[in-house]
C-alpha cells in the first residue's frame, strides 16, 4: 500500500478525538451509555455533534464499527445544517474519530483522507501549528466525554472545561459543563469527608449565562437545598419545572429536590411523569425505589400497628423498581445493594445473600463504594442473619480499607457499638477485646487501643497477635 503504517499511525495519535483521549471501556456500562447519550440526543438538540460523536466511539467499543460511521454521518449533518458557515472547527472530533474508525476497520486509504482533512482544516484556521490547534471547543468536547464515563475522569474533565474557560469565558456551555463537574466533585468529596469543592458559584454563573438552562437550574436548587437554603433551592425547580415541564433531565432532580424535602407524594408523581417519557431510565426507577423505601420507614415509624398488606406493597414496588434499574444498568451499585436490603426486609434472604454478590463483583468499584458495602453487609448480618461475628468480620473489612469516607465511619460505629454491647453482657470474651483494639488503633485512637489489648492480654495473656500489637503500639507512641 502507498501509506506507510508508521506515518498512518502517528498521524492518527495526533489527532483530538475519542480514540486519543484515553476513554477506556472497563470503566463503564457501555449499553447504559448508549441508552443515556441516545436520550440525550432525543432531549438536548443542541449538543447533537457532540452527542453522535460520542455515540460513535461507544458504538465502536461494542465492536459495532459500521454503527459508529452512521454516527459520525449524522454528526456532520447537524453540524452542515447548524453550523454551514463554521463546520470547519466544530466537525474537526469528527473527523478525527472518522479517520481512526476506518484505520481500525483496514481501510487505510480513506483514514488517510480524513487525516488530511483536519490537517488542512487546521492549517487554515491556525498559521502556526499544522497540527496540535488549541481550540477552547475541543477541550469542551473532551470534558463532556470524560464527565460520561464516570467518576474516575472527573478531575480530568475539570481540567478540560478550566482549559476552554480560559479562552472564553463567557461561554455558556462551557460554563454549564465546568458547574456540571463541580456539582459531581463536591459529591464525591462530601462521600470522601474531604474538604468541599465550591459548585455553588460556577452553577450560579451558567444559570446566569443561560436563563433558559433549566438543568443546570436543577442542580442549583439541589446545591442551595444541601446548604439549607431550601426555599431558595425551591423556586429554582419551580421556575425550571415551567420552563420544561417535559424534560426528564428537570423532572428527576425535582423528584430528587422533593424527596429530600418530605413530599414524598410530590416527588412520586413526578418521577411517574419522567418515566412515561424515558421509561428505561435506570436513574428514574432508582430514584422511585428511594421513595417507596423512605415510604417503608415512614409507615414503620409513625404508625404504630402499620397494615402489612401496605407494607408488602411498598416492599414490592421497591423491588420492582431496583430490579428494572439493574437491568438497564447491570454496573448499578447502589441499586444491587438496596435491593439486597429490601429482599432482606422480606426475610428472602437467600435472594439478598445473591444480590449482595452480585454487588461486590462489580468491576468498577470505588473504596467508598466497598466500605458502604461492608457497612451494609455487616447489617444484614448483624440485625437479619443474627449472626454478631459474621457482622464483625464485615464491618472490619471496610474500616481496614483505609481511605477516609462515610462509609468508613459507618463501619467503624457499628463496630463499636456492637463490641462495647457484647462487653457490657459481661461476656468477657479476649476476641472482643482484641478486635476493639484493632477498631481504635485504625482510627488512630492509640491510647485506647492500647488499653484494650491490655484487657485481652490479661484474658489471654500469650496470644501472640495481642502481644506484638501491643508492643507496637507502645514503642509509637
Not at 99 to 112: F, N, P, V
Not at 187 to 209: F, G, H, M, T, W
Not at 454 to 475: F, H, M, W
Request: hydrophobic share 35%; aromatic share 12%.
Amino acid at each position: 500500500s502507498t501509506i506507510s503504517m508508521n506515518s498512518l499511525k502517528s498521524s492518527l495519535l495526533k489527532l483530538e478525538c475519542h480514540f486519543t483521549w484515553t476513554l477506556l471501556k472497563q470503566d463503564v456500562d457501555l449499553g447504559h451509555l448508549e441508552e443515556t447519550v441516545d436520550d440525550q440526543i432525543e432531549f438536548f438538540i443542541e449538543s447533537n455533534i457532540t452527542n453522535y460523536n460520542l455515540l460513535s466511539y461507544v458504538c465502536h467499543l461494542k465492536g459495532s464499527n459500521e454503527e459508529a460511521l452512521r454516527n459520525l454521518q449524522k454528526a456532520e449533518e447537524e453540524a452542515q445544517k447548524n453550523h454551514p458557515d463554521e463546520t470547519d472547527w466544530r466537525i474537526l472530533v469528527t473527523w478525527g474519530n472518522y479517520a481512526w474508525i476506518y484505520y481500525h476497520m483496514k481501510r487505510y486509504e480513506e483514514a488517510q483522507i480524513y487525516i488530511n482533512k483536519v490537517e488542512n482544516s487546521c492549517k487554515k484556521l491556525s498559521s502556526t501549528a499544522q497540527w496540535k490547534i488549541q481550540l477552547p471547543e475541543i477541550y469542551a468536547e473532551q470534558g463532556w466525554a470524560l464527565l460520561k464515563f464516570g467518576r474516575k475522569y472527573y478531575k480530568r474533565a475539570k481540567d478540560c472545561f478550566e482549559t476552554a474557560l480560559k479562552n472564553e469565558p463567557n461561554n455558556p456551555r462551557f460554563n454549564a459543563g465546568y458547574a456540571i463537574v463541580m456539582y459531581r466533585l463536591e459529591d464525591l468529596s462530601l462521600r470522601q469527608c474531604e474538604e468541599i469543592n465550591p459548585s455553588l458559584e460556577p452553577l450560579k454563573r451558567a444559570v446566569e449565562l443561560n436563563p433558559k438552562g433549566t438543568f443546570i437550574m436543577a442542580l442549583l436548587a439541589l446545591k442551595l437545598q444541601d446548604l439549607k437554603q431550601a426555599d431558595e433551592g425551591e423556586r429554582y425547580i419551580e421556575e425550571a419545572m415551567q420552563i420544561t415541564p417535559d424534560l426528564p433531565y428537570v423532572q428527576r432532580y425535582a423528584a430528587k429536590f422533593y424527596r429530600r424535602k418530605g413530599e414524598l407524594d410530590k416527588a412520586l408523581e413526578i418521577l411517574k411523569k419522567a418515566l412515561a417519557v424515558t421509561p428505561k431510565s435506570a436513574f428514574l426507577h432508582h430514584q422511585l425505589a428511594l421513595c417507596y423505601k423512605l415510604k417503608l420507614y415512614q409507615l414503620k415509624n409513625t404508625t404504630r400497628y402499620p397494615r402489612q398488606e401496605q407494607v408488602n406493597e411498598v416492599i414490592r414496588l421497591a423491588i420492582f423498581h431496583l430490579k428494572t434499574a439493574i437491568v438497564q444498568k447491570p454496573k448499578f451499585f447502589h441499586a444491587h445493594v438496596e435491593l439486597a436490603n429490601m429482599y432482606a426486609q422480606e426475610k428472602r434472604y437467600k435472594e439478598a445473600e445473591e444480590t449482595f454478590q452480585k454487588a461486590f463483583q462489580i468491576s468498577i468499584l470505588f473504596d467508598d463504594d466497598k466500605q458502604n458495602y461492608y457497612y451494609q453487609y455487616g447489617n444484614f448480618h448483624q440485625f437479619h442473619m443474627k449472626s454478631e461475628s459474621e457482622a464483625i468480620k464485615y464491618y472490619l473489612e471496610g474500616l481496614k480499607i483505609e481511605k477516609a469516607s462515610y462509609g468508613r465511619n459507618l463501619c467503624r460505629n457499628a463496630l463499636k457499638k456492637l463490641l462495647e454491647k457484647r462487653i457490657q453482657r459481661g461476656l468477657e470474651d479476649a476476641k472482643d477485646f482484641g478486635t476493639l483494639g484493632l477498631v481504635h488503633n485504625l482510627s488512630g485512637e492509640k491510647h485506647e487501643a492500647i488499653e484494650c489489648y491490655e484487657k485481652a492480654i490479661a484474658l489471654c495473656p500469650n496470644n501472640e497477635e495481642y502481644l506484638s500489637a501491643l508492643c507496637e503500639l507502645r514503642l509509637s507512641i
